[in-house]
């Protein structure tokens, strides 16, 4: 059974920056995308970034393009979401996903069979 657990989430000023992590236990396929999700409340789950289990990222929304980068260590089995020059339209609760799956639509959440709890990341202006 997967588990994905986040942590580094934390209140942050304008500008700032996070680093969040997602440790991976139970998925270790070739065709492993892990993504990252955020909702903010009264919003629906937006994909954020995904990776390969080579490597390979994608980004999924325009707004975070050239602020945050998903990268891992595959001998830790850890994934990161490295977040910088934050706005407070980041303002969210963040998740990372596990999908199996070799084809799909990875920046939509149906995509994902296993989700960690969640870390919530609050910018303030």
């Known amino acids: 059974q997967a588990q994905l657990l986040e942590s580094g989430g934390g209140s942050v000023q304008a500008g700032g920056s996070l680093s969040l992590s997602c440790a991976l236990s139970g998925v270790t396929y070739s065709s492993r995308r892990l993504g990252w999700f955020r909702q903010a409340p009264g919003k629906e789950r937006e994909g954020v970034a995904w990776?390969?289990?080579?490597?390979?990222?994608?980004t999924c929304t325009d707004s975070v393009k050239g602020r945050f980068t998903a990268s891992q260590d595959t001998a830790k089995n850890t994934a990161y979401l490295q977040m910088s020059n934050l706005k407070p339209e980041d303002t969210a609760m963040y998740y990372c996903a596990a999908s199996i799956d070799w084809s799909g639509d990875f920046c939509t959440k149906n995509s994902y069979a296993y989700w960690g709890q969640g870390t919530q990341v609050t910018v303030s202006s």
């Open positions: 990776i390969t289990s080579s490597g390979v990222e994608t």
